[in-house]
């Protein structure tokens, strides 16, 4: 593994202040209740007292703030520094499966895995099922989570596809204010259900080397973003720098410019394997104040924004070198993109991955 240069120093003028967006003691307005009354907001549900509560990003999630009671199978995990999380639902069980095999077979030592859902994943089966293909070792546990049903937001380039724009807003703003990351585990590896570890086996505990080297945030594969998915974030993220007095980093002038245009290049980290501490999203006031801009201009239902264009500019803009890293030695895939680990001279794409076609990503780097 090595440092990778995409983030820089952020330089703003003397005068900025985020007082209004500071995280103190501010009173929580989660509602909570035995039903859902507003199906406007999002909630999720505590597994062991059964109550449904409001979720916010304008509240300090840490104050006053027990850590999140939870139903553990296999076993109650051994520390809270970090945990896997999905967001998936039953009708992609087969692959679900397949990616959590990978993570038994590969992982360095066993770790927390949590699957985020809809309320398919309550049957207890089912659950059990999915125990047993991690081993007794690794704990597993269900979040049962709503979104809203009542979005007056239209599109602008098309049908609102309500299911994925819920799930980019999920992972690039809601997801490290649940309580399972705001007030019990430290960091958080998210992974898609066609997430798959390819080997060989980790040597390094991933949390462990987060900590230990101080790292913010990790990842695997760059690419780009197709231009009509990012339409107007360029414009937000310039706004947003510009009424803050910020100037651009020097990991976003080189990242996210192309020089010979001076246009926005629509690089990203893909996010579908992102070790992040989730801290860095709700106690950094620039990024918190980032995240609310995203949020309140609506485009990630209005021009179907992706959690990974979002976060890219976060990291980039807000984040210095060492606090980033770019794993080299993990083999991964996901969906039809791939990488092998920098271990092994080559690596092949087991049966059950295989397609007409696939991408390999050389180093992580597509094109």
Same mark, same amino acid.
């Given at each position: 593994? %090595?440092?990778?240069?995409?983030?820089?120093?952020?330089? @703003?003028?003397?005068?900025?202040?985020?007082?209004?967006?500071?995280?103190?003691?501010?009173? @929580?307005?989660?509602?909570?209740?035995?039903?859902?009354?507003?199906?406007?907001?999002?909630?999720?549900? #505590? $597994?062991?007292?059964?109550?449904?509560? %409001?979720?916010?990003?304008?509240?300090? $999630?840490?104050?006053?703030?027990?850590?999140?009671?939870?139903?553990?199978?296999?076993?109650?995990?051994?520390?809270?520094?970090?945990?896997?999380?999905? =967001?998936?639902?039953?009708?992609?069980?087969?692959?679900?499966?397949?990616?959590?095999?990978?993570?038994?077979?590969?992982?360095?030592?066993?770790?927390?895995?949590?699957?985020?859902?809809?309320?398919?994943? /309550?049957?207890? /089966?089912?659950?059990?099922?999915?125990?047993?293909?991690?081993?007794?070792?690794?704990?597993?546990?269900?979040?049962?989570?709503?979104?809203?049903?009542?979005?007056?937001?239209?599109?602008?380039?098309?049908?609102?596809?309500?299911?994925? /724009?819920?799930?980019?807003?999920?992972?690039?703003?809601?997801?490290?204010?649940?309580? =399972?990351?705001?007030?019990?585990?430290?960091?958080? =590896?998210?992974?898609?259900?066609?997430?798959?570890?390819?080997?060989?086996?980790?040597?390094?505990?991933?949390?462990?080397?987060?900590?230990?080297?101080?790292?913010?945030?990790?990842?695997?594969?760059?690419?780009?973003?197709?231009?009509?998915?990012?339409?107007?974030?360029?414009?937000?993220?310039?706004?947003?720098?510009?009424?803050?007095?910020?100037?651009?980093? $020097?990991?976003?002038?080189?990242?996210?410019?192309?020089?010979?245009?001076?246009?926005?290049?629509?690089?990203?980290?893909?996010? #579908?394997?992102?070790?992040? /501490?989730?801290?860095?999203?709700?106690?950094?006031?620039?990024?918190?104040?980032?995240?609310?801009?995203?949020?309140?201009?609506?485009?990630?239902?209005?021009?179907?924004?992706?959690?990974?264009?979002?976060?890219?500019?976060?990291?980039?803009?807000?984040?210095?070198?060492?606090?980033?890293?770019?794993?080299?030695?993990?083999?991964?895939?996901?969906?039809?993109?791939?990488?092998?680990?920098? %271990?092994?001279?080559?690596? @092949?794409?087991?049966?059950?991955? %295989? =397609?007409?076609?696939?991408?390999?990503?050389?180093?992580?780097?597509?094109?």
């Amino acid at each position: 593994m %090595r440092l990778y240069f995409f983030s820089g120093l952020t330089t @703003s003028c003397n005068t900025l202040k985020f007082d209004s967006l500071k995280l103190h003691n501010e009173t @929580s307005n989660h509602v909570t209740s035995n039903n859902i009354t507003d199906e406007s907001y999002w909630y999720y549900k #505590n $597994s062991v007292d059964g109550l449904w509560r %409001r979720w916010d990003i304008s509240v300090n $999630s840490e104050t006053n703030v027990a850590a999140w009671k939870m139903k553990w199978l296999n076993q109650e995990p051994k520390n809270i520094l970090g945990v896997i999380v999905y =967001l998936t639902s039953v009708r992609e069980l087969p692959q679900l499966n397949i990616s959590l095999l990978s993570l038994r077979q590969n992982l360095f030592k066993p770790r927390p895995i949590v699957i985020f859902h809809e309320g398919d994943f /309550n049957n207890v /089966n089912v659950q059990l099922a999915l125990a047993t293909t991690l081993g007794t070792n690794i704990p597993i546990s269900f979040e049962h989570i709503r979104f809203p049903t009542k979005i007056s937001i239209k599109s602008k380039i098309g049908d609102l596809r309500l299911g994925y /724009n819920h799930m980019c807003k999920f992972f690039a703003i809601m997801l490290p204010y649940h309580p =399972l990351i705001s007030s019990t585990f430290t960091f958080y =590896l998210r992974l898609d259900y066609h997430s798959y570890l390819l080997g060989p086996p980790l040597t390094y505990d991933l949390f462990d080397h987060m900590q230990i080297n101080q790292f913010q945030y990790a990842f695997l594969m760059v690419s780009t973003d197709e231009l009509k998915f990012v339409r107007e974030l360029w414009v937000l993220f310039q706004e947003f720098l510009n009424d803050s007095c910020i100037k651009p980093s $020097s990991a976003v002038k080189k990242t996210q410019i192309t020089a010979a245009t001076g246009l926005y290049s629509q690089a990203v980290v893909f996010n #579908n394997f992102e070790v992040s /501490n989730g801290s860095l999203w709700r106690n950094e006031p620039r990024i918190h104040a980032w995240l609310r801009k995203v949020d309140n201009a609506q485009g990630i239902y209005m021009y179907r924004w992706g959690d990974a264009p979002i976060r890219t500019l976060a990291v980039t803009q807000f984040l210095d070198d060492n606090q980033v890293v770019k794993f080299r030695d993990i083999g991964y895939f996901h969906r039809r993109e791939y990488t092998c680990s920098s %271990r092994m001279h080559s690596c @092949s794409i087991p049966s059950y991955h %295989r =397609l007409a076609s696939h991408i390999v990503y050389r180093e992580g780097c597509h094109p």
